[in-house]
C-alpha cells in the first residue's frame, strides 16, 4: 500500500514538473522588438546604457507608450563593442505595442541624457515568433 502511494505521488510530481516547463518554455512574449540606439558622442555611451537600463527610464518609456510597466521592467540595453551603437531588445504582445514602445523609447532617453549624449533610433525591427 504505501509503494503504491510513493509510485502515484510520484508520478503526479512528474507529472506537474512536466507541465510547468512546457508551460514556462511557451510562456515568451509573442514579439521581440530589437533595435539600434546611435550614440554622439561616443565616450557617452555607458552613460547612455546606464540611463536606459534604470528603472526610472523603464517606468518612464512605459508610461508615454501605454505598456505595461511590468513589460517594460524586461528592456535589455547593451553597448555594441567598439561602436556608436547600442542594441535594446524587449519582447512584446503585439506589433502595435512594439511601435508604441520604439516611438516613446527615443524621446524619453534623449530628456534623461540632454546635457550629456545625443541619441536617435538607427535602425529597429520586429520580429514575431512563430506559433
Given at each position: 500500500m504505501k509503494a503504491k502511494s510513493v509510485l502515484a505521488l510520484a508520478l503526479i510530481a512528474a507529472f506537474a514538473s512536466a507541465l510547468f516547463l512546457l508551460v514556462r518554455h511557451n510562456s515568451g512574449a509573442p514579439v521581440s522588438v530589437k533595435f539600434r540606439i546611435?550614440?554622439?558622442?561616443?565616450?557617452?555611451?555607458?552613460?547612455v546604457v546606464t540611463q536606459a537600463?534604470?528603472?526610472?527610464?523603464?517606468?518612464?518609456?512605459?508610461?508615454?507608450?501605454?505598456?505595461?510597466?511590468?513589460?517594460?521592467?524586461?528592456?535589455?540595453?547593451?553597448?555594441?563593442?567598439?561602436?556608436p551603437l547600442l542594441q535594446a531588445q524587449l519582447g512584446v504582445a503585439t506589433e502595435t505595442e512594439a511601435r508604441q514602445y520604439i516611438a516613446a523609447f527615443i524621446p524619453?532617453?534623449?530628456?534623461?541624457?540632454?546635457?550629456?549624449?545625443?541619441?536617435?533610433?538607427?535602425v529597429d525591427r520586429l520580429d514575431e515568433k512563430s506559433r
Open positions: 546611435a550614440v554622439a558622442p561616443i565616450e557617452q555611451s555607458s552613460f537600463n534604470s528603472a526610472r527610464f523603464k517606468y518612464l518609456v512605459a508610461k508615454r507608450s501605454g505598456l505595461k510597466p511590468a513589460l517594460a521592467q524586461k528592456l535589455e540595453v547593451q553597448a555594441i563593442p567598439h561602436s524619453v532617453l534623449q530628456d534623461l541624457c540632454r546635457t550629456q549624449a545625443q541619441v536617435t533610433l538607427a
